[in-house]
């Protein structure tokens, strides 16, 4: 049960001055090999800032208006936009390089949402048309247009995330009903295919999460990017079994989905506490090294054998589960960025209620956060050089291996989902601030919202 807000507290004007320091000065130079991916460190960092009510208050409008300036100058001429301005050139035949990808067209979007820009400089046609050209037969969507018109990127849950967001933030607005969609059934369909349940046929196994595609292994990013392409296209399954109109696997589908979310919770929060598997140590002999975190709290058996009596239970006390984040797969430790992710999609399913609050408070707080701002990937982690994209986590530091932007971003995204009282309310599918949201759809007005669903959904989202 989450239980009530504990004394644990966000610093957060220091997190206030960590992130303005990424903004307005140099990064680590261990980031500039990743020059590429500029348009996504810029959102992970505007939008840290506008969760913290400091984006607006603590830079200028002439200063936003610079960032909005830069993001623009990143649109491709075919549709899209580039990832930096690097690749920019007159050369006849640069589109070979100098091409637009899905992840930072998704991060140039939100961007411009978070500053408050109503798009209106963005090609929204060209965009769409582009967007439309990356989708393959299956449904599924790549990452970039190559050579010869051929779509490159991998198979993969994030990029029909990144899509289905994309259409969301592009897809309204006067005359946008003329334009052609994208397959939306076909994404839905590649998105069923990815569920790992046995409840459903084609291509699925036992876990009930999401994976990166049919016949994968369920994981917690991907399951945040799967329920996402639902949530945002209106296609999210209804809760009640015999709902009119609701998809084959909708009962199972959240039933099995929120039963492998809660269970990302847990107490292993360092790499050491990754349990002997079970032909390393006989059954009745305690293991060589307890899991320091479970030997702390007294969470952990004294021997494996009492951890294994079929009718035996191991008691608990309130002080055992003080500290509990979320891992992305079964058997890993615990991950910042996972507080998010889980936390995230129960939002969207609305079943945020059903993750420990202090457990998760306490682990963001007590374990995570730094005292310089930001987060760490693991406890004890400084929140410095360690490059992300919408499609890996790279690590580009020795020094610092588990430490990066977006884990101080998403950290400040997993409390806002959590309602912290010291930051703005979140949109769980979008992962922006709630009044972000609301102000670009109040610029586009009521009109707008009959765009962004198929015709043929209409009905059904009045239900």
């Avoid at 790499?271 to 060589?288: I, K, S």
Wanted: with cysteine; net charge neutral; charged share 20%.
């Amino acid at each position: 049960m989450p239980g009530s807000i504990t004394h644990a507290s966000l610093n957060k004007e220091k997190h206030i001055r960590y992130w303005l320091r990424c903004l307005k000065t140099y990064l680590p130079n261990a980031y500039t090999s990743n020059e590429a991916q500029r348009m996504s460190l810029a959102f992970f960092i505007l939008s840290a800032l506008d969760l913290l009510d400091a984006l607006h208050t603590r830079t200028t409008a002439s200063e936003r208006a610079g960032y909005v300036g830069w993001i623009l100058r990143c649109q491709h001429p075919d549709g899209g936009f580039r990832g930096f301005t690097g690749t920019m050139t007159s050369d006849e035949n640069s589109n070979e390089w100098d091409a637009a990808n899905l992840a930072a067209t998704y991060f140039a979007c939100a961007a411009l949402v978070v500053l408050g820009d109503g798009m209106e400089r963005v090609r929204r046609k060209e965009c769409l048309g582009w967007l439309r050209r990356l989708q393959r037969a299956n449904g599924s969507f790549g990452e970039g247009i190559g050579k010869g018109g051929l779509i490159e990127g991998a198979e993969d849950m994030r990029f029909c995330y990144t899509a289905a967001a994309t259409r969301w933030f592009l897809r309204r607005g006067e005359n946008m009903d003329e334009m052609e969609d994208i397959d939306v059934e076909g994404l839905v369909k590649w998105t069923e295919a990815s569920v790992v349940s046995t409840k459903v046929d084609g291509g699925m196994t036992y876990e009930g999460g999401i994976a990166q595609g049919p016949f994968h292994e369920a994981h917690a990013g991907y399951t945040y990017s799967g329920v996402g392409v639902l949530a945002l296209l209106g296609k999210l399954p209804r809760r009640q079994i015999n709902s009119k109109g609701a998809g084959k696997m909708s009962a199972d589908f959240v039933e099995g989905v929120t039963k492998w979310l809660v269970s990302r919770q847990t107490l292993m929060l360092h790499e050491e506490d990754e349990l002997p598997m079970a032909d390393e140590e006989p059954p009745d002999v305690t293991p060589r090294f307890f899991p320091p975190t479970f030997h702390v709290q007294g969470a952990f058996p004294v021997s494996v054998a009492d951890a294994t009596l079929p009718k035996g239970s191991i008691e608990k006390s309130p002080h055992d589960l003080q500290w509990a984040g979320f891992n992305g797969r079964c058997n890993k430790v615990a991950d910042t960025c996972y507080a998010f992710w889980v936390g995230g999609t129960l939002g969207m399913l609305n079943r945020e209620h059903l993750q420990d609050f202090n457990a998760i408070r306490h682990y963001l707080l007590d374990k995570a956060q730094h005292m310089i701002g930001g987060f760490g990937k693991l406890p004890g982690d400084v929140p410095g050089p360690y490059c992300s994209t919408a499609t890996n986590v790279k690590r580009i530091s020795n020094l610092n291996p588990h430490s990066d932007i977006l884990h101080s971003s998403l950290g400040l995204a997993a409390l806002a989902t959590m309602h912290d009282p010291d930051l703005k309310s979140i949109d769980p599918a979008l992962c922006i601030s709630l009044s972000a949201r609301e102000k670009f759809e109040k610029s586009f007005g009521e009109q707008a919202r009959s765009s962004l669903q198929p015709a043929n959904l209409a009905k059904s989202m009045q239900r």
